[in-house]
């Protein structure tokens, strides 16, 4: 029987290698673009980080709840719904963003754009009922 994935120990390591290397990481995230986004938990108020493939379209970034498909939206999620004011790690540059959640044609459109590049999200959203939302970080400030 193998041994369950320690899933806090596995994003400390990937938030550190993406750290030391300005942005990138291996192991699962090995080829893939990487953002850390940080949120605050709905009801603890404890921050964390969350290691995330997302898509960029110009200046703009996205990120998906998939969760691999699983059937309930990630915890980052809710905290990101709760406390949108927020900080992202892109490559080397750390920023304030607020997140903001997209609807409709808009969601439907950057979801599919984020498949033609990295088609496991649209597995994702076969192996779920639930439509998996796509939030933008929109940087604030300079």
Do not use: C
């Not at 699962?28 to 850390?36: A, D």
């Not at 110009?58 to 059937?71: M, N, P």
């Amino acid at each position: 029987m193998s041994e369950p994935i320690d899933l806090d120990q596995m994003n400390r390591e990937v938030i550190a290698e993406f750290r030391e290397t300005g942005g990138t990481a291996g192991g699962m995230f090995e080829g893939y673009p990487l953002v850390l986004v940080h949120h605050t938990g709905a009801k603890s108020g404890i921050g964390r980080v969350a290691p995330l493939v997302p898509f960029a379209d110009g200046d703009r970034i996205f990120v998906f709840a998939s969760k691999g498909g699983a059937d309930t939206n990630p915890d980052w999620f809710h905290n990101l719904v709760a406390n949108p004011d927020t900080v992202v790690e892109h490559g080397s540059e750390t920023f304030k963003v607020k997140a903001r959640v997209l609807t409709g044609d808009e969601r439907d459109d950057i979801y599919a754009k984020q498949v033609a590049v990295q088609p496991q999200f649209g597995e994702y959203q076969r192996k779920t009922a639930r439509v998996i939302p796509v939030v933008e970080l929109q940087r604030v400030g300079g």
